[in-house]
């Protein structure tokens, strides 16, 4: 049966983990941090469960959809004449998720919350509130810029945007020079990716005031990534996104921002795809970027490091829920040849921005230490 009028949603989705009984969750349900202003759903309790309320009379089936690309979910329950409730089967991981739900058939973003860029949609999110959130949490201390840029692209005869982080300070001391982090997304997602679900900036700003990190620009731009098809990664094709970062965009930053505008001042990371990007984009262009970050993104070898200008520094990381033991791998082989490694593995998490929040979060200290 098709919708008669408008539906008011409220939701939240389900996610891993392991089920507790009914009876074991606990009644201590909250709105979720990433409402719309006024609305009390979805709710999520201490121990990671959502609970959500839809107001929709005329649908048949409500379901919830989670993660990229909608995969999993639950069905909701009508208990009256318009009201869809329920709670999820299980605790979900800490962090950010994004979803969407499916009403009788046709995909709606939950108008209670907030709508996030992901699995090349804008999708609704939620936030499970985790136990080390302190390190991206907006705090009193002082607060770095995070502004957006127009750059000119003859490559794809347009102007394309990108997003830019300057540290707290930059626009005082007008002759001190900082090195840059370009910092790429993953698939389905665009430059406001790390800054909306990341907290880039947060977490940027909290290292610099505990005094953890030398300050650094970060450059976040669109991937052109969308145009490809979910699992199609192996046909995607990197050179022309690598026009677009080496030949205009890094030009442009270093004649708009006071940059340090040399090798050993410049890092490229990338989360997912945009790990990938940034794989090949280092071994194609290795006297552009002196520091390397894959964020479940895929590992670096020995063999293809081999006759190129050495990287100060390979990061790899994933979640303990992905693939740990590659990537752990890979660290000893590349150590074992002689390289500069460090890797890291998010406990309890999988493909997800909490992984890669904590990701940046080890990565940034290492960065630009010399």
């Given at each position: 049966?098709?919708?008669?009028?408008?539906?008011?949603?409220?939701?939240?989705?389900?996610?891993?983990?392991?089920?507790?009984?009914?009876?074991?969750?606990?009644?201590?349900?909250?709105p979720?941090?990433?409402?719309?202003?006024?609305?009390?759903?979805?709710?999520?309790?201490?121990?990671?469960?959502?609970?959500?309320?839809?107001?929709?009379?005329?649908?048949?089936?409500?379901?919830?959809?989670l993660?990229?690309?909608?995969?999993?979910?639950?069905?909701?329950?009508?208990?009256?004449?318009?009201?869809?409730?329920?709670?999820?089967?299980?605790?979900?991981?800490?962090?950010?998720?994004?979803?969407?739900?499916?009403?009788?058939?046709?995909?709606?973003?939950?108008?209670?919350?907030?709508?996030?860029?992901?699995?090349?949609?804008?999708?609704?999110?939620?936030e499970?509130?985790?136990?080390?959130?302190?390190?991206?949490?907006?705090?009193?201390?002082?607060?770095?810029?995070?502004?957006?840029?127009?750059?000119?692209?003859?490559?794809?005869?347009?102007?394309?945007?990108?997003?830019?982080?300057?540290?707290?300070?930059?626009?005082?001391?007008?002759?001190?020079?900082?090195?840059?982090?370009?910092?790429?997304?993953?698939?389905?997602?665009?430059?406001?990716?790390?800054?909306?679900?990341?907290?880039?900036?947060?977490?940027?700003?909290?290292?610099?005031?505990?005094?953890?990190?030398?300050?650094?620009?970060?450059?976040?731009?669109?991937?052109?990534?969308?145009?490809?098809?979910?699992?199609?990664?192996?046909?995607?094709?990197?050179?022309?996104?690598?026009?677009?970062?080496?030949?205009?965009?890094?030009?442009?930053?270093?004649?708009?921002?006071?940059?340090?505008?040399?090798?050993?001042?410049?890092?490229?990371?990338?989360?997912?795809?945009?790990?990938?990007?940034?794989?090949?984009?280092?071994?194609?262009?290795?006297d552009?970027?002196s520091?390397?970050?894959?964020?479940?993104?895929?590992i670096?070898?020995?063999?293809?490091?081999?006759?190129?200008?050495?990287?100060?520094?390979?990061?790899?990381?994933?979640?303990?829920?992905?693939?740990?033991?590659?990537?752990?791998?890979?660290?000893?082989?590349?150590?074992?040849?002689?390289?500069n490694?460090?890797?890291?593995?998010?406990?309890?998490?999988a493909?997800?921005?909490?992984?890669?929040?904590?990701?940046?979060?080890?990565?940034?200290?290492?960065?630009?230490?010399?």
């Open positions: 049966m098709k919708l008669k009028q408008a539906i008011i949603f409220s939701v939240a989705i389900l996610a891993g983990g392991a089920c507790l009984a009914q009876s074991d969750v606990k009644e201590d349900f909250k979720s941090t990433l409402n719309q202003p006024g609305q009390l759903y979805p709710q999520v309790n201490s121990q990671g469960y959502a609970r959500f309320r839809i107001v929709a009379p005329y649908a048949d089936s409500v379901k919830v959809s993660g990229l690309g909608g995969r999993g979910g639950t069905k909701l329950t009508k208990t009256g004449d318009s009201v869809w409730t329920g709670t999820t089967e299980g605790p979900m991981d800490e962090g950010f998720h994004y979803y969407h739900l499916t009403v009788d058939g046709g995909t709606f973003n939950d108008p209670g919350t907030l709508n996030f860029y992901g699995s090349t949609r804008w999708e609704s999110g939620i499970i509130p985790a136990h080390d959130q302190d390190f991206y949490a907006l705090k009193d201390v002082p607060h770095g810029n995070v502004q957006q840029i127009l750059f000119p692209s003859k490559s794809t005869s347009t102007s394309r945007r990108a997003f830019v982080y300057t540290p707290p300070g930059y626009e005082k001391d007008k002759s001190k020079k900082y090195p840059v982090l370009y910092l790429q997304h993953g698939w389905g997602e665009d430059e406001t990716a790390w800054s909306n679900q990341g907290h880039a900036n947060l977490i940027m700003d909290n290292l610099i005031a505990e005094g953890k990190i030398k300050p650094f620009i970060i450059v976040m731009t669109y991937g052109m990534t969308n145009e490809l098809k979910w699992g199609h990664l192996k046909e995607f094709k990197v050179d022309s996104f690598q026009t677009v970062l080496v030949d205009e965009l890094i030009p442009y930053v270093d004649a708009n921002f006071r940059t340090i505008s040399d090798r050993a001042h410049r890092a490229m990371a990338g989360l997912s795809m945009g790990g990938f990007e940034t794989h090949s984009i280092t071994l194609n262009k290795p552009v970027f520091y390397y970050g894959l964020l479940s993104g895929g670096y070898t020995p063999e293809e490091l081999g006759g190129k200008t050495k990287p100060k520094l390979i990061f790899i990381s994933c979640g303990s829920r992905e693939n740990p033991d590659r990537v752990n791998d890979a660290a000893a082989k590349l150590k074992d040849a002689g390289f490694v460090v890797s890291f593995v998010s406990q309890n998490t493909h997800e921005f909490q992984t890669w929040r904590r990701s940046l979060h080890e990565l940034a200290p290492l960065l630009f230490k010399d």
